[in-house]
């Protein structure tokens, strides 16, 4: 996988943005980064406005965005996985944990192809019961749609977790596909040794259309 490309917004009396600039110039040396762009937003501020961006410094390190001060180890471990799928996990995972939830819904509905990375989450169960929320209301948000049937095998999967919450919230999310295909993971279900995935099988399961 290429280096991701970095965008840096500065602004002349920022106190954290030389810092910034100095490690991500660090990084392109390194060879972590191909290519950095700075732009300083009090001579460029239409650049700011056209990003939504109200504060620096503010970074887009391939298809990542990080607002705030980031140390240098930080800076290279975003830079590893920029444009992973494990890469977008961890970001959906911090904008959840800070509230962000708005901002996630809107990257995921201009990019539906970002939804699959909110998967990690579901499986992840040292996650917060926040954020564990968030990733509910960013899969509900597509319940029905081709975009959620299309990760009908990897929810499948979650399915099978050896923890019961992850269990019962897969099915959960394998109810909302709407597709007749998950029932075969449901049925399996049916008979789990946990009450409350047993029931929630059973509701997914009412909700499906009857198998072809």
Known sequence: MPAPDALLLISTHCPHCPA????LADLVKQG???????????QHPEIGQTLGVRSVPWLRLGRIELAGMH????LADWAAKADSEAGIADWFHMML??????????LIEADPSLLAAVLP????VEASLNVRLGAGVLLENFAGSDTLRALLP???????????RVRADACHYLGLTGDAAAR???????TDEDADVREIAAESLEALPPAA
């Not at 944990?97 to 809107?106: I, N």
């Not at 989450?121 to 992840?124: D, S, Y």
């Not at 990897?154 to 019961?164: I, K, T, V």
């Open 97 to 106: 944990k800070e509230g962000q939830l708005p901002r996630a819904q809107a």
């Open 154 to 164: 990897r929810l499948g999967e979650l399915s099978q977790h050896a923890d019961a």
């Open 71 to 74: 140390s240098k180890a930080e």
């Open 20 to 23: 910034m600039l100095s490690a």
């Open 121 to 124: 989450i579901v499986g992840n």
């Open 184 to 190: 075969t993971w449901l049925d399996a279900r049916l």
């Open 32 to 42: 972590a980064i191909g290519r950095l762009e700075a732009i300083n937003l009090e």
